[in-house]
């Protein structure tokens, strides 16, 4: 089935950075396009970036130019490094495959507060 662990939230201020890291247990990671998504409360789960299997990467409006996603193949791991954070950026974040029909189980995702 595959697991998928993130980590790397915190309290952040306003204008700070973060860098969030997922490790994925899934087989053939190399080939599957991620993506992070988060999900603030009373919310629905967005998508923030996706990047695929080649690297090509594209963003939401509301991060561009402020969030990078990269992966690291040989470490079964994706990144999202997060900078001028602004407290609309407070949300659970969560990693998984870009593609729905072929997301795993939702792990438990990394608290980001964006607050002074």
């Known amino acids: 089935q595959g697991q998928l662990v993130e980590s790397g939230g915190g309290l952040v201020q306003p204008g700070g950075s973060l860098r969030l890291s997922c490790a994925v247990s899934?087989?053939?990671?190399?080939?599957?396009?991620m993506g992070w998504f988060r999900q603030a409360p009373e919310k629905q789960r967005e998508l923030v970036a996706t990047i695929t299997s080649g690297g090509r990467t594209n963003y939401a409006d509301s991060v561009k130019g402020r969030f990078t996603i990269s992966r690291d193949n040989l470490k079964n791991t994706v990144y999202l490094q997060m900078n001028a954070l602004k407290p609309e950026d407070t949300a659970v974040y969560y990693c998984?495959?870009?593609?729905?029909?072929?997301?795993?189980?939702w792990g438990q995702g990394t608290q980001v507060t964006v607050s002074s």
């Open positions: 899934i087989s053939f990671f190399s080939i599957y396009n």
């Open positions: 998984n495959i870009d593609e729905v029909e072929l997301r795993r189980s």
